[in-house]
């Protein structure tokens, strides 16, 4: 009996090394990435609950989890018609990177709609905006019938009306091919770096740690008692937590303060930029997974930062919490460059290999398990970025404005799933590209109006579908070929994408988006938030603010600094990626967690070895596991309790 269940697995485990990209896989996964795409603009309008801005989406979590469960059930049924392991990981991949668009209330396609209404919706004679901005506007890319515009932000009008859908076809898909084309570019540079990354350089890549284990065939991570022990936990907290803001009596365990009452009145402290310290288990559990001197630099680096923030407000140098002396977030930029440039030299060597294979000269490196062979991937790559430069063109952007934004937007997407797959940061919002823009008010109305229809995009660079793909192909290695799975990248995000503007019309149209009852209004807020700034910025005089470069400057020297002794020191404490993250609002927000994380694994090492980190970690996936879980169904319960 023994040996034939030993057999049936066996058989099970080579089944799915055979079939990785199946067509059962990419349907499913089609299938799931609309509902999810709605759930999460509806989240993100009404109740501000779930939200993608973390490296392992919660949400996606979840779906896996359910996925899981009912393929259990369908395996004690028909066996036969089961799904394996390796199928179910394609279709969370698909569903992970189309919610790269949708990741949270501040950025990208989320908020894009409404952008695209927004001017149309308050322009009147007395802020002159139909003479100041309508006419920079490119309105193929807008959507600008009145009634429309109206609808999308009143409610009460059917989205598959005409006259709806004659308003918005061509825009979305417009901005769908845009985004499309992005996520070409990306495959195609992630397919080009895999080898290096996974197999030359063995990079961890900790965010596919969960996934992995939770879709392996022998099921071994549900068996663990360290695994349940943690999940049991983190629910158990979850559910009393939840449970507590039904009936205020019951007692809470918070993840989170909130010191803004005490310090936004009260100098210097007012000057510091976020008034959160959240340490939920899920973000513990995450920072978990980092290098130790990751941990250590980030929260290092995040308290010099705030130190910075009180400095300047105490000395009179600034009034401004967000933008002003010390630049934070121009210092990212510089340090990022830094980091860029360092990264390029070290490699130049491979990309040369790789040049040499796309010509397919003798001494090549081999390519046959790529997503894509090195000269596909190359030549698709620049013409990807050429669709990119000519739709920036016709939005308005002056050419060299066009080539700029289009190799800081690829390289840094690249370098953010370096990161990631180097380090695996619990958030990569990197903030300040469009503060820097900014900053050079010579450029002309068409390009400044174009970077306003993009300006949420590049507030955080948190809608990244580039370390999905790379951990997506690193995932994927024990396939014989890749190729499957990067058309299924590219197919998922494009519906993703469509889905999103689905799903705000869905959801906007019949309730108008002025109704919004998420607590800060954002999406709305960031249409405001944008347009009013390009309405300041169209009456100032031609010129430079040198202040941010400054800054630029100082941070690539410190981060080029830190780079030299890293490489040159190995025991040097200070990891120089964390300079770039420390400074985004995600990470000043969640350093407590990741302190407390830093603790928690520096003791375990010290104390256990690396014996014992390893025993640790089917507790630390409980606690992941369980606090998304909990979160999820209790996102889906409130509605009910709360329509």
């Not at 490296?55 to 066996?79: D, E, H, M």
Request: hydrophobic letters at 50%; one cysteine or more.
């Amino acid at each position: 009996m023994r040996e034939g269940s030993s057999a049936a697995k066996r058989e099970r485990s080579a089944a799915a090394t055979r079939l990785f990209v199946t067509w059962r896989a990419i349907a499913l996964g089609c299938l799931l990435v609309p509902l999810n795409a709605y759930w999460l603009t509806y989240n993100v309008w009404y109740r501000n609950q779930l939200t993608g801005g973390i490296s392992l989406y919660n949400t996606t979590v979840f779906i896996l989890v359910a996925l899981l469960g009912a393929n259990c059930l369908v395996k004690r049924w028909q066996p036969r018609r089961a799904l394996t392991g390796a199928e179910l990981l394609v279709a969370y991949l698909m569903v992970t990177v189309a919610t790269t668009m949708a990741t949270t209330p501040w950025d990208g396609v989320t908020t894009l709609p409404t952008i695209l209404t927004y001017p149309f919706r308050v322009a009147s004679l007395s802020n002159q905006w139909g003479e100041r901005i309508l006419p920079l506007l490119p309105r193929w890319a807008m959507v600008d019938n009145p009634a429309a515009v109206e609808g999308f932000w009143q409610g009460r009008m059917n989205p598959y009306s005409f006259q709806v859908l004659a308003a918005w076809w061509r825009p979305a898909l417009w901005w769908t091919s845009f985004f499309a084309a992005l996520a070409w570019v990306l495959l195609c540079l992630s397919s080009v770096v895999r080898k290096r990354w996974s197999e030359e350089e063995k990079l961890t890549f900790p965010m596919t740690l969960l996934p992995l284990a939770m879709t392996n065939e022998d099921g071994s991570l549900w068996r663990s008692r360290g695994f349940r022990i943690g999940a049991t936990a983190t629910s158990a907290v979850a559910l009393l937590n939840f449970a507590s803001s039904l009936l205020p009596a019951l007692p809470s365990i918070p993840f989170g303060i909130y010191h803004g009452q005490y310090t936004a009145s009260l100098r210097p402290w007012s000057g510091i930029r976020q008034p959160y310290l959240w340490y939920s288990p899920f973000l513990i559990g995450l920072s978990y997974l980092m290098p130790l001197d990751l941990l250590l630099s980030l929260w290092v680096f995040t308290v010099i930062g705030k130190l910075q923030q009180v400095a300047t407000i105490h000395f009179g140098w600034n009034t401004q919490t967000w933008w002003g002396p010390p630049y934070q977030d121009a210092q990212i930029w510089g340090g990022l460059i830094a980091v860029i440039a360092t990264v390029v030299w070290l490699e130049r060597r491979y990309l040369s290999r790789v040049v040499v294979a796309a010509l397919r000269r003798p001494g090549s490196v081999l390519d046959d398990r790529e997503a894509l062979k090195h000269r596909t991937a190359l030549l698709g790559a620049a013409v990807g970025c050429g669709y990119l430069w000519f739709f920036l063109f016709r939005l308005g952007f002056q050419h060299w404005a066009a080539a700029v934004f289009v190799l800081a937007l690829v390289s840094v997407s690249m370098m953010v799933a370096r990161f990631r797959a180097q380090l695996g940061p619990p958030h990569h919002e990197l903030r300040g590209e469009d503060l820097l823009w900014r900053s050079y008010t010579g450029l002309a109305g068409r390009t400044q109006a174009g970077l306003t229809l993009l300006g949420s995009y590049i507030m955080g660079y948190r809608d990244n579908p580039a370390p999905v793909m790379v951990e997506g192909l690193r995932m994927g290695e024990r396939e014989q070929s890749l190729r499957g799975l990067g058309a299924a990248f590219v197919l998922a995000l494009a519906l993703g994408v469509f889905s999103v503007f689905w799903a705000n019309l869905q959801l906007n149209y019949v309730n108008g988006a002025d109704h919004c009852t998420e607590i800060w209004k954002t999406p709305p807020g960031i249409a405001a938030q944008v347009f009013g700034d390009l309405n300041a910025r169209l009456g100032q005089a031609p010129g430079i603010d040198w202040g941010p470069f400054l800054a630029m400057g100082i941070g690539a020297a410190v981060c080029a600094l830190l780079m030299w002794l890293k490489l040159s020191v190995p025991s040097f404490p200070l990891h120089p990626v964390a300079f770039p993250l420390s400074a985004g609002g995600a990470i000043e927000g969640t350093f407590a967690g990741i302190f407390i994380a830093w603790v928690v694994k520096a003791s375990v090492l010290r104390w256990g070895g690396l014996r014992a980190y390893r025993a640790s970690l089917p507790i630390v996936f409980g606690v992941i596991v369980g606090e998304a879980v909990c979160g999820a169904v209790v996102a889906l319960v409130r509605p009910l309790l709360w329509p």
